[in-house]
């Protein structure tokens, strides 16, 4: 027992002592704080290069607007004119664009024509030829313009008094086309002895109205006016 006291004795001074040092070594040795300086943090002069920046466009290509002011000024004309060439250019793209697509001399000189019709007697018809189109043109009788004009509109499937188709009740100006499927009508012919489509049964009358037969409309009446007594301008 004695024995085991004296070796207790012995060992209690060397761990006090490494105690000691551990404390030392946790407690007293600080651990060195990184300290950073203000001037480095917060100042307003530093370069990109001091940052880690190795990119100097920015500095290299700026434009200072202040100390600069006739760079800025040559900007501004450099980029104007190339805006103005553009546009220029686009004018005279547009312009021969639209002209392009105007009608050549000889497709204008066709867009009118003058027929002369003193030589029309009463009761006939003459056919002509505007833009490639058959146009009939009929000198009527007084008999035929009366019984027309009495046409009640319920007989009629394009309901068309004669008066409206007429410039002059004698004169009766029709293209000579079939409302059906663009067939062309034979004159003098017909239920009505006005034009008779023999393609498909289409009878119409001296006003040029669809009477019988499956065309839905009336023949077309073609724009022209009277220039002479004796001459009409179509088109």
């Known amino acids: 027992m004695n024995a085991a006291l004296r070796s207790?004795?012995?060992?209690?001074?060397?761990v006090v002592a490494r105690q000691s040092?551990?404390?030392k070594k946790v407690v007293v040795a600080?651990?060195?704080l990184r300290v950073f300086s203000a001037n480095r943090v917060f100042s307003t002069n530093q370069q990109l290069?001091?940052?880690?920046?190795?990119?100097?466009?920015?500095?290299?290509?700026?434009?200072?607007?202040?100390?600069?002011?006739?760079?800025?000024?040559?900007?501004y004309l450099m980029l104007s004119t190339v805006r103005f060439a553009y546009a220029s250019f686009a004018r005279v793209m547009v312009v021969k664009f639209v002209a392009s697509m105007s009608a050549t001399a000889d497709v204008l000189a066709m867009a009118s024509a003058e027929f002369e019709i003193g030589e029309i007697k009463e009761g006939t018809t003459i056919t002509v030829k505007w833009r490639g189109k058959p146009v009939f043109i009929r000198h009527r009788t007084e008999a035929e313009i009366t019984a027309e004009a009495a046409v009640p509109m319920a007989h009629l499937r394009d309901q068309e008094a004669d008066e409206e188709r007429t410039h002059k009740p004698e004169w009766l100006v029709v293209l000579g086309i079939c409302t059906h499927l663009g067939c062309v009508p034979i004159g003098n012919a017909g239920d009505y002895n006005g034009w008779f489509c023999p393609c498909h049964g289409s009878h119409y009358d001296i006003s040029g109205r669809i009477r019988k037969g499956p065309a839905p409309l009336n023949l077309e009446i073609p724009p022209y006016k009277f220039v002479e007594d004796t001459k009409i301008l179509i088109g």
């Open 8 to 14: 207790a004795a012995r060992l209690a001074p060397r």
């Open 30 to 32: 600080p651990t060195p």
């Open 49 to 75: 290069d001091e940052l880690g920046s190795v990119d100097h466009a920015y500095t290299d290509d700026r434009v200072d607007k202040v100390a600069e002011p006739e760079r800025r000024a040559f900007t």
């Open 21 to 23: 040092t551990f404390l």
